[in-house]
T-cell receptor, first 110, second 114 residues
Framework: DAKTTQPPSMDCAEGRAANLPCNHS???????VYWYRQIHSQGPQYIIH???NNETNEMASLIITEDRKSSTLILPHATLRDTAVYYC???????????FGQGTILTVHP | KAGVTQTPRYLIKTRGQQVTLSCSPI?????VSWYQQTPGQGLQFLFE???????NKGNFPGRFSGRQFSNSRSEMNVSTLELGDSALYLC?????????????FGQGTRLTVV
């Protein structure tokens, strides 16, 4: 299974941008990069995904490097409700299967 | 649009018993996947169903099984429960059923085996 590397934890001040990095050096050429987050005891929430180009939606922006070996999730104005475990999935996907790593615990503080 | 619904939310079973968990996907979604989440192993893929057929399977023993009905609702069954089966079981549905598509998760069923 593909392996992604994320920092175990990060802190961010409320109102500031949160930039969460992820390395996925074994991603295949046709595999997308996905980001999910999980707030304690709830199911993972889809955030964004992309293949090569940078993507933006109402929740976040996704920046993928040209060689596709790493990506950054950007939450432009973090709030306390953004405190969660953020999972990057970069490879190891197949029908219905997402390969989750350990994720990054993001703590947003006042 | 209603999200993915899992029932029951909480369940306590005795070792050796069997259990059935239910998942109703988002309306129109034909792909349903199941995951097990434990503190030690994290989120692990169990299996995926699409149009009533199991299309993908993770590395779990045969005690874990599932099925999907014609309305896309899915059930998973665990027989001969072990203490280690205590976990949060999550179901996710996907609309397009292709490999590279976003999935939407339910709130999960918390299973405790005593």
């Amino acid at each position: 299974d593909a392996k992604t590397t994320q920092p175990p934890s990060m802190d961010c001040a409320e109102g500031r941008a949160a930039n969460l990095p992820c390395n996925h050096s074994t991603i295949s050429g046709n595999e997308y990069v996905y980001w999910y987050r999980q707030i304690h005891s709830q199911g993972p929430q889809y955030i964004i995904h992309g293949l090569k180009n940078n993507e933006t939606n109402e929740m976040a922006s996704l920046i993928i490097t040209e060689d596709r070996k790493s990506s950054t999730l950007i939450l432009p104005h973090a709030t306390l409700r953004d405190t969660a475990v953020y999972y990057c999935i970069g490879g190891g996907t197949s029908y219905g299967k997402l390969t989750f790593g350990q994720g990054t615990i993001l703590t947003v503080h006042p | 649009k209603a999200g993915v619904t899992q029932t029951p939310r909480y369940l306590i079973k005795t070792r050796g018993q069997q259990v059935t968990l239910s998942c109703s996907p988002i309306s129109g979604h034909r792909s349903v996947s199941w995951y097990q989440q434990t503190p030690g192993q994290g989120l692990q893929f169990l299996f995926e169903y699409f149009s009533e057929t199991q299309r993908n399977k993770g590395n779990f023993p045969g005690r874990f099984s599932g099925r999907q009905f014609s309305n896309s609702r899915s059930e998973m069954n665990v027989s001969t429960l072990e203490l280690g089966d205590s976990a949060l079981y999550l179901c996710a549905s996907s609309g397009r059923g292709t490999m590279n598509t976003e999935a939407f998760f339910g709130q999960g069923t918390r299973l405790t085996v005593v």
